[in-house]
T-cell receptor, first 113, second 112 residues
């Protein structure tokens, strides 16, 4: 089955700097990779996703890159703001099942003003 | 458009009791997945419901069961509660055949 590794587990940056979170996956058949942001006391919020037919996707200050050969994908946040502080999770589908997302262990991002 | 809602927000139970958690899917979504999130961990897949039937299950014992209703809302039932069942229980909805899942705020369960 799919296995997703995420690092770093914690990341602290100054406001305005960039932040990068990396994930690797094991199942070469996986073709969909979402990123979620979870604030304290809330459920995960989908912030961006990418499918395997593209290598990069951007949405304002957020971008995701995918390297299918190396089986890794990354989240890039530019011009970080204090409100970006949260736990970020990457995920990948297990065994092609659309219902079963396998999540990484999360990265706690702290943006210092 | 109404997002995914869950009830209750918090719940305290004792070992051996049972609990029912509820979820209303996002408008237009007919597929519901349940996840358990232990403190400091990523969500773990429990099961998915589509057309009122279980459509995939994770590594959880049979005392975790569910239902989906004709209006696509869903319940998660857990019997014989154990201390390790203390967690945030998340519901996510999606479209038929859709990969994108949208999560609710979760129900925080504490088992004493």
């Amino acid at each position: 089955g799919e296995n997703v590794e995420q690092h770093p587990s914690t990341l602290s940056v100054q406001e305005g700097d960039s932040a990068v979170i990396k994930c690797t996956y094991s199942d070469s058949a996986s073709n969909y990779f979402p990123w979620y942001k979870q604030e304290l006391g809330k459920g995960p919020q989908l912030i961006i996703d990418i499918r395997s037919n593209v290598g990069e996707k951007k949405d304002q200050r957020i971008a995701v890159t995918l390297n299918k050969t190396a089986k890794h994908f990354s989240l890039h946040i530019t011009e970080t703001q204090p409100e970006d502080s949260a736990v970020y999770f990457c995920a990948a589908p297990s065994g092609g099942s659309q219902g079963n997302l396998i999540f990484g262990k999360g990265t706690k991002l702290s943006v210092k003003p | 458009e109404t997002g995914v809602t869950q009830s209750p927000t918090h719940l305290i139970k004792t070992r051996g009791q049972q609990v029912t958690l509820r979820c209303s899917s996002q408008s237009g979504h007919n597929t519901v997945s349940w996840y358990q999130q232990a403190l400091g961990q990523g969500p773990q897949f429990i099961f998915q419901y589509y057309r009122e039937e279980e459509n995939g299950r994770g590594n959880f014992p049979p005392r975790f069961s569910g239902l989906q209703f004709p209006n696509y809302s869903s319940e998660l039932n857990v019997t014989a509660l154990e201390l390790d069942d203390s967690a945030l229980y998340l519901c996510a909805s999606s479209l038929t055949g859709g990969e994108t899942q949208y999560f609710g705020p979760g129900t925080r369960l504490l088992v004493l």
